[in-house]
């Protein structure tokens, strides 16, 4: 292992002047984008407010960027600097995770399945949520609606609680001073992928059995488990920092993931919410991504046509990842003290 770290190559990254730079016309290019973009559906008033929060949002991500460059940007750079090692050390996590057992990794997919079975057989069996879905107007069966909202869910929890405990789990790793601590989050969210993976062929496998027709709007799956891929490793490395001196914060975050099962929109379909407390969920941006997942595979839209869901998405994944690389950098010299 540490001949592996020792003989990596060192990635130096674009000079501050130019990355300051990039970022700056970034923004600039996104600001035009909102400013200039035209919802012919929209209510007039409702659109500029959108505007305003989008550009005020871009603003204060670009100060922050600016201001904060050299503390930012350490994280990405290690991150691709090490990217044989992480993918390496990737795939050993999945392996190793059932290791022992009898039947090994096929537990990692008993679990997910006998969940959606049971999901659907109380909402979709014994109490019948199908009219929710008909007074929504969704044209589908509820148990491949049901496991379009599930999916990503499991990843996004699987991927969660594994990138929380990424440092407590190699803590023999972090007390390594040639080690680059700050790849173990990735790890463990790229371990979670695989799985994911799996339950994106089997929906795809359940969604051809109910006779729906191959469409090209099904390539957006794999632009919204990117887009989960991001937000959970953005979360997760504010969160396994934390947890280093504050434990309880496992905890919490189990409770905090069963409550948001349920407020998320997965076994219940947000069009029975009056129209004014919708905001409320849509700002989850968890919502965005099982919402873009049924999209893919229920409705004709390509996702950058819903243009401010999108944007707000993105704009808060990099927000939250600032502030994990910032939370970070900052509690690193402390983590071989701690544990």
């Given at each position: 292992m ?19 730079l ?31 929060i989008?550009?005020?949002m871009v603003?204060?991500a670009?100060?922050?960027?600016v ?18 090692l992480i ?8 392996k190793k995770r ?5 039947m090994?990794?096929v ?6 399945i006998?969940?959606?079975g049971?999901y ?7 109490f ?7 007074a929504?107007?969704?044209?589908a ?5 049901l496991?379009a909202?599930?999916i990503p ?9 594994g ?7 190699y803590?023999y790793?972090?007390?390594k001073v040639?080690f ?11 371990a979670a992928?695989?799985i994911?993976?799996f339950?994106v ?6 969604y051809f059995?109910f006779?729906?027709?191959p469409s090209?709007?099904l ?8 887009c989960m891929?991001?937000l ?6 504010s969160?396994c ?5 504050f434990?309880d914060l ?5 409770i905090l993931l ?9 076994m219940?379909e ?6 004014k ?21 229920f409705?004709e839209q ?15 994944t990099?927000?939250?990842f600032?502030i ?9 010299p ?6």
């Amino acid at each position: 292992m540490d001949n592996t770290v020792t003989k990596e190559k060192v990635n130096k990254g674009i000079p501050k002047g130019i990355g300051i730079l990039i970022g700056i016309i970034v923004a600039m290019i996104t600001l035009a984008v909102v400013l200039l973009h035209k919802n012919p559906n929209a209510v007039p008033k409702e659109e500029w407010i959108k505007k305003a929060i989008a550009c005020a949002m871009v603003l204060c991500a670009l100060t922050a960027f600016v201001s904060l460059y050299d503390k930012i940007v350490v994280l990405p750079r290690e991150l691709w600097g090490n990217r044989e090692l992480i993918w390496k050390l990737a795939r050993n996590d999945f392996k190793k995770r059932y290791a022992g057992s009898t039947m090994g990794r096929v537990w990692a997919f008993i679990q997910p399945i006998v969940t959606v079975g049971m999901y659907y057989c109380i909402f979709g069996i014994i109490f019948p949520a199908r009219a929710q879905l008909v007074a929504s107007g969704v044209k589908a069966p509820y148990v491949v609606w049901l496991t379009a909202g599930l999916i990503p869910w499991f990843y996004f929890s699987e991927a969660i609680g594994g990138g929380t405990s990424a440092l407590i789990e190699y803590n023999y790793l972090v007390k390594k001073v040639v080690f680059k601590i700050s790849i173990l989050p990735i790890i463990k969210v790229i371990a979670a992928s695989f799985i994911h993976v799996f339950f994106v062929m089997l929906l795809l496998v359940l969604y051809f059995v109910f006779r729906f027709e191959p469409s090209v709007y099904l390539i957006q799956l794999f632009y919204y488990s990117f887009c989960m891929f991001c937000l959970t490793l953005a979360i997760s490395y504010s969160t396994c920092a934390i947890v280093v001196f504050f434990k309880d914060l496992t905890q919490i975050i189990g409770i905090l993931l069963q409550v948001g099962m349920w407020a998320t929109p997965i076994m219940w379909e947000i069009g029975v919410i009056p129209e004014k407390y919708r905001i409320i969920f849509k700002l989850n941006p968890v919502f965005y991504i099982i919402n873009g997942y049924r999209s893919a595979l229920f409705e004709e839209q390509w996702f950058f046509e819903d243009f401010y869901s999108t944007m707000f998405f993105w704009i808060t994944t990099a927000i939250i990842f600032g502030i994990g690389a910032l939370i970070f950098k900052r509690l690193k010299p402390h983590f071989a003290d701690v544990l």
